[in-house]
Nanobody
Framework: QVQLVESGGGLVQPGGSLRLSCAAS????????SGWYRQAPGKQRELVAA???????NYVDSVKGRFTISRDNAKNTVYLQMNSLKPEDTAVYYC?????????????????WGQGTQVTVSS
């Protein structure tokens, strides 16, 4: 049974940093594309960043230069390092994964989802 479990969310002041982690189980993690999505209140869920098993990445324009997605296949974990956080980054962040070798950028391409972790950026 495939499971994705996110951690690392919380409350942070504007300009601060957080590191999200997503631990995967029940899959051959190195064969999966991973992504981070977020959903703010009243808004659609959007892709934040995605990474292939080989390390190819994709970012939404609003986080480029501030967020970094990475993965450790030996630990079955994908990370999202978030720096220079802004109030508009406030959202529930979801980890997603799907078998494949290319970067996936649409929600329907992801098979497995975590339960989400809340990130709140506020003073």
């Amino acid at each position: 049974q495939v499971q994705l479990v996110e951690s690392g969310g919380g409350l942070v002041q504007p300009g601060g940093s957080l590191r999200l982690s997503c631990a995967a189980s029940g899959m051959i993690f190195s064969m999966y594309v991973s992504g981070w999505y977020r959903q703010a209140p009243g808004k659609q869920r959007e892709l934040v960043a995605a990474i292939t098993s080989g390390g190819t990445t994709n970012y939404v324009d609003s986080v480029k230069g501030r967020f970094t997605i990475s993965r450790d296949n030996a630990k079955n974990t994908v990370y999202l390092q978030m720096n220079s956080l802004k109030p508009e980054d406030t959202a529930v962040y979801y980890c997603a994964a799907s078998a494949g070798m290319l970067v996936f950028t649409t929600e329907s391409q992801y098979t497995y989802w975590g339960q989400g972790t809340q990130v709140t950026v506020s003073s």
